[in-house]
């Protein structure tokens, strides 16, 4: 029987909301410093811990699960309770080395996750389907310690999911990478999408976002009260100009956002998992989480509802925050937004379509990045690439 409390959740977030991240469950001297405040935030040094796993470890794991319920003919033979894809996952991450790495699930809603079927889309034939994925490897950066390798094949990894399993048309999945082709994965056009998404959703639709790159832990214990709030924090493209994402703006933009009767599934593969100290399992703040293991759901105690209402403290904190980056910024925020950023942001858009300004921008560039167009198995390319290569004549 629902209580007060998952009565006045479901008030808050309409929709149903499921999250895939990974927390560390043991301390861990390479865990990145927790900030004091968003200005002060850096990328951390990337480290791999002996896995031999090609990509993000939670959407690799995911993946595998998602894999594992085809038959040989390539047809889906089962389904896998939300329980069972944790534990799969937990098993995978375990046998590459990853003892540390816990898979988890974040909900909205207080679901029994050993009898409800993991499900990556709406249970409706007709609802429409729209994705926003989102890689970022930071090799404009000049320290090459905070350089990311395999964050665009986990995008390109789950993009082929999607349209081949999932039924997702390529027209409504926008993906955001820093590889010359795409747009680039700025924080504007983050929220902006994330945004879009959920004002174009209506009931049995679905909704899916995806996030590898770069992540950090915020707590400023001034700002808030005595006890201080620990804030997770994702780091888009052009986080020195404008600052990380917060799990408040996410909350706010995204998460509340998501209408009722439309099925949002999320992950979030970020470099340095989340401790489990935090109380959260990544920047997506949800009211009920579990880890692989767990008999059931638990309250998640890094939450804090009622942030929406007036005066809020979790938002009007994330304004706070923010606002002296925004002061200093704020020219250069402005020509962003019109030279890169659409505000009238269409989710029927070819993403693979950049512009010529960005790419002739990124090409003319020093540092040499390795070519990943066979990565692609020819989906992605636009079709006047294609349309040229077949007009070149044959050497003689």
């Not at 939670?58 to 047809?75: F, Q, V, W």
Request: aromatic letters at 6%.
């Amino acid at each position: 029987m629902a209580t007060d409390y998952d009565e006045k959740i479901e008030e808050e977030i309409p929709g149903d909301v499921y999250v895939f991240a990974i927390i560390d469950d043991e301390e861990n001297e390479s865990m990145p410093e927790i900030i004091s405040h968003v200005d002060e935030y850096e990328l951390p040094e990337n480290f791999v811990r002996e896995r031999k796993v090609v990509g993000g470890v939670c959407t690799y794991a995911l993946l595998r699960a998602l894999e594992s319920l085809k038959s040989e003919e390539g047809t889906r033979k089962r389904k896998m309770t939300w329980a069972d894809a944790l534990e799969f996952m937990h098993r995978e991450l375990e046998e590459e080395g990853g003892r540390q790495s816990l898979p988890t699930l974040s909900t909205s809603r207080a679901v029994d996750i050993h009898t409800e079927n993991m499900r990556m889309v709406s249970a409706s034939k007709r609802g429409t389907k729209r994705a926003l994925l989102v890689g970022a490897h930071y090799q404009d950066e000049e320290d090459e310690n905070v350089w990311l390798a395999s964050c665009h094949t986990d995008v390109r990894g789950m993009r082929s999911h999607l349209i081949h399993e999932e039924g997702f048309e390529k027209r409504n999945i926008l993906v955001l990478m820093d590889d010359d082709r795409h747009h680039e994965p700025t924080k504007g056009i983050i929220l902006d999408a994330l945004e879009r998404m959920c004002q174009l959703s209506e009931e049995g639709d679905s909704i899916f976002f995806h996030f590898s790159g770069h992540g950090g832990t915020l707590l400023n214990e001034y700002e808030y009260d005595e006890d201080g709030i620990v804030h997770e924090l994702l780091a888009p493209g052009d986080f020195r100009e404008m600052g990380p994402v917060l799990d408040d703006e996410l909350y706010s933009t995204f998460v509340s956002k998501v209408p009722k009767g439309v099925h949002a599934v999320v992950v979030i593969d970020t470099c340095h998992p989340t401790s489990f100290k935090s109380g959260k399992s990544c920047a997506i703040d949800l009211p009920y989480m579990c880890s692989a293991g767990d008999e059931e759901l638990r309250y998640s105690e890094g939450f804090h509802p009622g942030r929406l209402a007036a005066g809020g403290a979790g938002i009007a904190a994330a304004a706070v925050l923010t606002s002296k980056s925004k002061k200093k910024k704020k020219e250069k925020k402005k020509k962003q937004q019109t030279d890169e950023e659409d505000p009238t942001f269409d989710m029927n858009f070819d993403s693979s379509d950049a512009s010529d300004e960005a790419k002739s921008k990124k090409k003319a560039k020093k540092k040499k990045k390795k070519k990943n167009s066979e990565d692609y198995s020819g989906e992605g390319l636009d079709e006047e690439k294609k349309k040229k290569k077949k007009k070149k004549p044959k050497k003689q």
